[in-house]
């Protein structure tokens, strides 16, 4: 059975810092992995989509890469910033389904 | 494009009731997610559409919860005689052949069973 864990739960870093949230899953076999940022009380916004065959995306700041055999990802967020605080929400999807399984978050606080 | 819009966005109903929720996903997309989300956990999956037909729904989903999406355009999710552990976020999100099963969520219905 796929489980996903998100390291730290929490973390707060004054702004200007580069940070990384880690995403580990207990099986290899997926498809994809996308990471998410979710705002309170709000929906999902997508950051990046890996694919299993890919090695890491990038977007601006962000970049995320994936170990699929060692069974993680990690997202770097580079020059924080205030706006950046959110929850930070990874997912992947299993080979053989269409579910996506998520991690309970890393919620960030960039201090200003 | 304006992106996934679900109604209601809150829903507040006492326990027995039945609730329906709808999404209008994207419009050229052909894929359709519902998860529910509780506060502090993700989003659980619930249920997965391709166009109209319904290919994966979760072991969990009580035979109290049925989603349609007709026409392979909308998509309702009705919970029947609710109970006070339905209350949560249900959130629908939506992805097309082709875009990499890229989800693009909605801002979800929040759902309060008293």
């Known amino acids: 059975k796929q489980e996903v864990t998100q390291i730290p739960a929490a973390l707060s870093v004054p702004e200007g810092e580069n940070l990384v949230l880690n995403c580990s899953f207990t099986?290899?076999?997926?498809?994809?992995l996308q990471w998410f940022r979710q705002d309170p009380g709000k929906g999902l916004t997508s950051l990046l989509l890996?694919?299993?065959?890919?090695r890491e995306q990038t977007s601006g700041r962000l970049n995320a890469s994936l170990d699929k055999s060692s069974g993680r990802s990690t997202l770097y967020i580079a020059a924080s910033q205030p706006g950046d605080s959110a929850t930070y929400l990874c997912a992947v999807r299993p080979s053989g389904t269409y579910k996506y399984i998520f991690g309970t978050g890393t919620r960030l606080k960039v201090l200003a | 494009d304006t992106g996934v819009s679900q109604n209601p966005r809150h829903k507040i109903t006492k326990r027995g009731q039945n609730v329906t929720f709808r999404c209008d996903p994207i419009s050229e997309h052909n894929r359709l997610y519902w998860y529910r989300q509780t506060l502090g956990q993700g989003p659980e999956f619930l249920t997965y559409f391709q166009n109209e037909a319904q290919l994966e729904k979760s072991r969990l989903l009580s035979d109290r919860f049925s989603a349609e999406r007709p026409k392979g355009s909308f998509s309702t999710l009705e919970i029947q005689r609710t109970e006070q552990g339905d209350s949560a976020m249900y959130l629908c999100?939506?992805?097309?052949?082709?875009?990499?099963?890229?989800?693009?969520f909605g801002p979800g219905t929040r759902l309060t069973v008293t």
């Open positions: 099986d290899s076999a997926i498809y994809n």
């Open positions: 999100a939506s992805s097309f052949t082709g875009g990499g099963y890229e989800q693009y």
């Open positions: 890996i694919q299993s065959s890919q």
